[in-house]
């Protein structure tokens, strides 16, 4: 199920970071978490023109950087939702940051981490019932900074 409002899609299929609109897809066959951004953060970013992601086997813990982006709004750090070992990155978003953009949900993802403690760390995120409300609140108060229309 897709909790859709305007046109920002957000799979109720994974969790989300509240602040950095970064989202958390756990595979129950490998225990790994896939990470991505939502499309509601990037359509306050703009076109993504340039990604640099950390390097496999690095530890992160969460609410650290990962990588960083340039678009066409600002320029920041990709902040990781939850701690862990980076598994596996998308060296495609680094090639084509665009693809960030185009499919957010499938293939833009950014890094796979093997988390360090997923049942309690996922808890901190937004999911399920949690959505609508989250979203709806977001898309209102990016629309009166002026993120977003």
């Not at 340039?70 to 701690?83: F, N, Q, R, V, Y």
Request: hydrophobic share 40%.
């Amino acid at each position: 199920m897709t909790h859709k409002t305007d046109s920002y899609e957000i799979p109720s299929d994974r969790a989300y970071d509240r602040e950095h609109h970064m989202w958390a897809q756990f595979d129950a066959v490998s225990s790994d978490v896939v990470v991505g951004m939502d499309t509601l953060g990037l359509a306050a970013l703009g076109d993504l023109a340039y990604v640099t992601l950390t390097d496999i086997g690095k530890s992160i813990k969460r609410g650290e950087s990962m990588g960083t982006l340039e678009a066409a709004k600002m320029t920041g750090d990709l902040i990781a939702p939850i701690s862990g070992e980076i598994v596996a990155r998308n060296d495609k978003t680094v090639r084509n940051p665009v693809l960030v953009n185009q499919s957010p949900y499938a293939d833009g993802w950014m890094v796979i981490i093997r988390p360090a403690d997923w049942e309690n760390e996922s808890a901190e995120l937004v999911s399920g019932d949690g959505l609508p409300a989250w979203v709806e609140a977001e898309v209102k108060r990016y629309r009166s900074q002026g993120w977003i229309e």
